[in-house]
């Protein structure tokens, strides 16, 4: 929080990002309430999480999928379209 | 070398976006506005321009269009009035926020409901902090001048910010007046393309639009304040190379007798005409009166309307547009906070006139300059805020 950021005069104007993929350096993960938990045993690997998930956070593994929690806001789409209900939603705790 | 056409306002300002090698126009018609994008509509179909003429389904949509536009470089004008500028609100503000040197022609309409076509400033009042640098041109002349000049202000790296140029609804955008207009190589010259400072392009990417939490927000606002506090220079400049070229010199204020007047009217737009008219009058019977007619009224020529006011007893603002449960119409709070801040002791009262284009006759401006002569010399205001031309 003691970070010192940049004043008026030294930021490009009109809120312009010169550089892409900023949002990368965003992580928008502490939002969530609910976690996305996968159990692996039940994953069958359709990757329908991983089309549907507004945010791109579910990492394509070999056999199954994780959830990559920088950026999972936990809206629970994932854990919804699941076919197989191998996703469950539990509370954070922090 | 000049040229004297006869054209409307609408026309006038049509004439002149032709002549500014505008890149793309997108907006959509409303009374009393349509003329100056049906003009323009008849350039582009006749091969007369290049631009890209966009025809959207809303005001809305218009606005956005431009601003997508400008942020990929192009030289953009739209126009509008009343309902249609509301309806442009919030993009309004987007122009502004994102920098987009957009052009708009206004011709100023009341707003409703009740609704009603006719001319009064409501509109661009209510729009007035939306962050555009906002000139008010008296007549048709002055509405071809200023939009030629407009593009050249907005574009400058010091300023990127958008311009509306308003004329009167009716009283201008539809009266044909004689228009002294530059040649097209002349206004080119003038006005060379648009060099734009970052725009969104393939080669170059950039994020525009992001979002922008308490930590960076205040930020970008405050550059638009300095935006528009370094715009005062850029008119100045862009205002004296037009008179060169021209020999028709504006700048931030006009004023009429105010070098001994000690009664004066500031108001602004087509009135400011007829109160000159009424002033000649009457100095012509040795009344000291004056007019201010500020042309810039965002940024607000502040220390301009401060020099003015120099020798005077009384002002009488008047005003467009009403600021319901306000103390005073906008440019009279404006002008009164300009005074106290300046520390100037100046009487003051603020006449509402003209709303839904009730017409303002010479003889009620007259019946303002007498009033105001009474105060200069009792130096008391009976009544701070009045209706002129109002039923009881």
Redesign the interface.
């Known amino acids: 929080m003691s970070e010192v950021?940049?004043?008026?005069k030294s930021?490009?104007?009109?809120?312009?990002?010169?550089e892409?993929g900023?949002a990368m350096k965003y992580k928008t993960g502490d939002w969530k309430a609910l976690r996305p938990t996968v159990d692996q045993k039940k994953c069958t690997n359709c990757l329908l999480c991983w089309i549907y998930c507004p945010d791109a956070a579910i990492n394509r593994l070999e056999n199954f999928v994780n959830v990559n929690y920088d950026y999972c806001k936990g809206c629970g789409i994932c854990a919804n379209e699941c076919p197989v209900k191998a996703i469950t939603m539990v509370e954070e705790k922090r | 070398m000049s040229r004297i056409m006869g054209l409307t306002g609408n026309e006038a300002i049509a004439y002149a976006v032709k002549q500014s090698n505008v890149d793309v126009v997108a907006a959509y018609p409303i009374t009393p506005q349509t003329i100056m994008v049906e003009a323009f509509s008849e350039y582009v179909h006749n091969g007369e321009v290049l631009t890209e003429f966009v025809c959207v389904e809303s005001e809305h949509s218009a606005m956005s269009a431009c601003v997508g536009a400008s942020l990929t470089g192009a030289r953009v004008f739209t126009a509008t009035a009343s309902q249609g500028l509301a309806l442009m609100h919030e993009m309004l503000y987007i122009a502004s926020g994102l920098r987009c040197p957009i052009v708009m022609g206004v011709a100023n309409r009341a707003l409703s409901a009740p609704i009603n076509i006719h001319g009064d400033h409501s509109d661009m009042m209510g729009s007035r902090d939306c962050g555009w640098i906002q000139i008010y041109a008296e007549n048709n002349q002055e509405a071809y001048d200023w939009v030629i000049q407009a593009f050249k202000i907005a574009e400058d790296p010091k300023v990127l910010l958008p311009v509306s140029v308003n004329i009167d609804g009716f009283i201008v955008s539809f009266s044909m007046e004689g228009v002294e207009v530059l040649e097209d190589d002349e206004a080119s010259k003038f006005l060379s393309m648009r060099k734009p400072v970052l725009t969104i392009s393939p080669d170059n990417p950039i994020t525009v639009g992001a979002l922008c939490l308490p930590d960076y927000y205040f930020e970008m606002k405050r550059q638009q304040v300095e935006a528009l506090k370094e715009s005062y220079e850029v008119i100045e400049s862009v205002t004296r190379e037009y008179k060169a070229l021209t020999g028709r010199r504006y700048s931030f204020i006009e004023t009429y007798g105010m070098e001994n007047a000690e009664a004066g009217i500031i108001c602004l737009g087509s009135t400011a005409g007829t109160a000159k008219a009424v002033a000649k009058n009457l100095r012509s019977k040795g009344k000291k009166v004056g007019v201010i007619k500020p042309w810039v009224y965002r940024p607000f020529p502040a220390e301009e309307i401060i020099r003015a006011v120099d020798n005077l007893k009384a002002l009488a603002v008047l005003d467009r547009s009403c600021s319901f449960g306000a103390p005073y119409g906008a440019l009279s709070s404006d002008i009164i906070a300009t005074l106290y801040q300046y520390g100037k002791d100046l009487k003051v009262f603020n006449g509402i006139y003209g709303l839904g284009g009730r017409d303002i006759t010479p003889s009620d401006i007259e019946t303002v300059f007498n009033e105001a002569l009474k105060v200069a010399e009792t130096r008391l205001v009976k009544e701070s805020l009045k209706f002129i031309g109002v039923r009881e």
Do not use: C, N, Q
């Not at chain 1, 950021?5 to 008026?8: L, R, V």
């Open positions: 950021k940049p004043g008026w930021i490009p104007i009109g809120g312009i990002l010169l892409p900023s």
